[in-house]
């Protein structure tokens, strides 16, 4: 422990005695400038005096003085390094140099770096807690990887009131070195962690991070909380699908793929992490709700709703059951309602019931005290009535009693998850079924590359930069982009006149569609389009009142107005978006995205899921529209977006969605040069 100090209070000080507070198995040795002894442990001027080889040197000296201290541990033959300190690129420039020179030197030795701006490290099997919080961990199940110190302390309080142990904590800080993925790739062979947390700041590889969450959720869950807006948020939204893919989309799209459950707070990750780790899977949504209070009934039902959670009928089998154990009064609905008469005997007798019926998937367990019944017997009776059912069930519980959540609920091992709200325990259950959900999902592959022309799209690149800063396409380049890569286009004509606009639409055939040509333009916006147009007198007065350049496209009716697009993140990369089309689409804002290179499964998700879903598969009578056609268009746009980093922004909307195929109908795309992405991480 470099910087430990004699005086009560330094962070060093502190941190050399909650070591050995916490009864590490191995030897600590305090090193200090006097060499004076810390907590009655013989002290050492430097780690070349330390009589052993040292494993692990925790760093806690002001800033300018690090380097130093590392060089000279590094030299003595310690490979891991943990810095405490402040000092680096959080603070400007001249920490950012002073973070790159440590890194330089860590590497140049072979080391590894932990830090530095961090709290420290904790391996509770161990006794190890080289961290300055404020007790020891207990030994569990879970490792925790935190970006942010404070953060991680408000957690590891919050996880100690829940009784949750852990198998390491890792404060990562400023990252300059070892991250959240090198810790993913230790932990899903670490045979002590069941269950992973991360707190999440920002992302040095998300690619990396997505194969390697993607590899371990399949084996144990990840569970994360991601804060901060990304650099996407400063993007220019010039298209409605720049428009809708707000900073935090490629974070939800990243997650989604990799399989990775969100919490919204700390407390959902807490409360879906005491779930994950003493619950089994549900096996699909639906909840039965059992209470003792119509009112708490009803809360817990709303937010199961809220979480994507139902409520079913119970079977015939179950009211049979039920009724002669219940009284007249009582409600054998769902949430089936005790009254505030039921005992422990009654939630005893009840349990087991609602636990056999194969409608449901999960029970919510909901008691107030009253005067009939106390909290302390009616939690013994739950657990008694479950343990009794030896089901492979969730079963949570809200006991709300004066006295907090009875101790038997709160036991190590308990077979019942306790939860200090519904509305808690309704949000866990919802993001643990999203977990059995994303495991039945198939892995998903990238399909074969189809035939497509990129010689000729670098050329239409290339000729509409030409050393500019942004362009956007003309109808003519737009319709060539397309094309190359095979997305199905309208057939259109150019018309620089009226005269020629009537001419083109007597070719394509009436009725027809004008639109205002000018690159770029919002068509709708600047009243640059008029549909419908059945004879030349309206086509001669259209062309008239929108202007030259025109495009001139037969009238398509009859599908699905849908949006498909692209645009580039200047950290995660291409993103394809999907959702309803038309005029309305940036107002219903219902677009999905997916990171791209999308996988059959990504592509099939987007055209079947959500509001677009309920349009493709046939919306009040319409027809369903061809959504193996929807699928290839967007694993066309995920190719664009892929070879093309220049297509920052590509909107298709509509995308008519016909019985037999589809067909863009309207198309903008805007060019720039690649961002700078910063360096990504590839150790």
């Not at 396409?473 to 982009?481: E, Q």
């Amino acid at each position: 422990m470099i910087g430990a100090s004699r005086r009560r209070g330094s962070i060093g000080g502190e941190l050399f005695r909650n070591v050995l507070a916490a009864d590490y198995i191995g030897a600590a040795y305090p090193v200090n400038r006097d060499g004076e002894p810390v907590g009655g442990v013989p002290a050492y001027k430097s780690v070349a005096d330390v009589p052993e080889v040292v494993d692990l040197a925790v760093v806690c000296l002001p800033g300018p003085h690090v380097l130093d201290a590392a060089e000279a541990a590094l030299a003595s033959g310690v490979k891991a390094i943990c810095v405490i300190s402040s000092g680096f690129a959080e603070v400007g420039a001249e920490g950012r140099e002073r973070q790159e020179h440590l890194l330089d030197l860590v590497r140049a030795h072979g080391g590894r770096l932990v830090g530095p701006n961090c709290l420290g490290i904790a391996v509770p099997r161990l006794g190890l807690n080289a961290t300055f919080g404020p007790r020891p961990l207990p030994p569990g199940p879970i490792a925790f990887s935190s970006q942010s110190g404070a953060l991680g302390l408000a957690l590891l309080e919050k996880a100690s009131e829940r009784r949750l142990g852990f198998s390491s904590f890792v404060s990562i800080g400023n990252k300059a070195d070892v991250s959240s993925n090198d810790l993913l790739e230790w932990w899903e062979d670490d045979d002590e962690t069941e269950l992973v947390l991360l707190y999440l700041e920002s992302f040095g590889n998300p690619q990396k991070f997505a194969r390697l969450a993607r590899r371990v959720a399949r084996r144990k869950p990840v569970l994360a909380l991601k804060s901060g807006a990304t650099e996407a948020g400063a993007r220019a939204a010039s298209s409605h699908t720049a428009a809708l893919a707000s900073s935090d989309t490629a974070v939800e799209a990243l997650f989604r793929q990799a399989g990775v459950i969100r919490a919204g707070t700390l407390e959902e990750l807490v409360d879906a992490a005491a779930l994950l780790s003493s619950q089994p899977l549900p096996r699909g949504r639906r909840v039965g709700v059992l209470t003792n209070a119509g009112g708490l009934g009803i809360l817990c039902a709303d937010a199961c709703a809220a979480a994507g959670l139902e409520l079913p009928e119970l079977s015939d089998e179950t009211l049979a059951t039920l009724q002669p154990l219940l009284p007249e009064d009582a409600s054998l609905a769902n949430p089936v309602d005790l009254l505030g008469s039921a005992t422990a005997a009654t939630f005893d007798a009840v349990i087991p019931a609602l636990l056999e019926d194969k409608r449901l998937d999960s029970l919510i367990v909901l008691f107030v005290p009253p005067v009939v019944a106390g909290a302390d017997e009616v939690a013994a009776a739950i657990i008694d009535a479950v343990d009794r059912a030896d089901t492979d069930k969730p079963v949570l519980a809200v006991l709300i009693s004066r006295g907090g959540t009875p101790a038997a609920l709160r036991q190590e091992g308990s077979s019942v998850a306790s939860f200090a709200y519904p509305e808690s325990a309704a949000r866990a259950l919802g993001l643990a079924a999203t977990r059995a959900e994303w495991l039945r999902r198939p892995a998903g592959t990238v399909p074969p590359r189809p035939e497509i022309d990129a010689a000729a799209a670098q050329r239409i690149i290339g000729a509409a930069l030409d050393g500019r800063t942004e362009a956007w396409l003309d109808a003519d380049a737009t319709r060539g982009l397309l094309e190359a890569y095979g997305v199905p286009v309208v057939p259109e004509r150019m018309a620089q006149t009226v005269d020629e606009a009537v001419e083109a639409a007597g070719e394509l055939g009436l009725p027809v569609v004008l639109k205002t040509a000018a690159a770029g333009a919002h068509k709708t916006e600047q009243s640059g389009i008029a549909l419908d147009l059945r004879d030349a007198d309206q086509v001669r007065a259209a062309a008239d009142r929108i202007g030259a350049p025109l495009l001139v496209q037969p009238m398509i009716s009859g599908g699905a107005e849908l949006l498909a697009g692209i645009v580039q993140d200047p950290v995660f990369g291409p993103l394809v978006a999907f959702g309803p089309g038309g005029v309305f689409a940036e107002l219903i804002g219902a677009a999905a995205f997916r990171i791209a290179p999308l996988t059959d499964v990504d592509a099939n998700e987007l055209v079947h899921e959500g509001k677009a879903g309920r349009l493709v598969a046939g919306f009040r009578g319409a027809p369903p529209a061809d959504a193996p056609a929807l699928v290839d268009l967007l694993h066309r746009l995920s190719l664009l977006a892929e070879d093309l980093p220049e297509v920052a922004e590509l909107d298709l909307n509509p995308v008519i969605a016909l019985p037999t195929g589809c067909v863009a109908v309207d198309a903008r795309v805007r060019l720039a040069p690649p961002a700078l992405r910063p360096a990504l991480k590839s150790w």
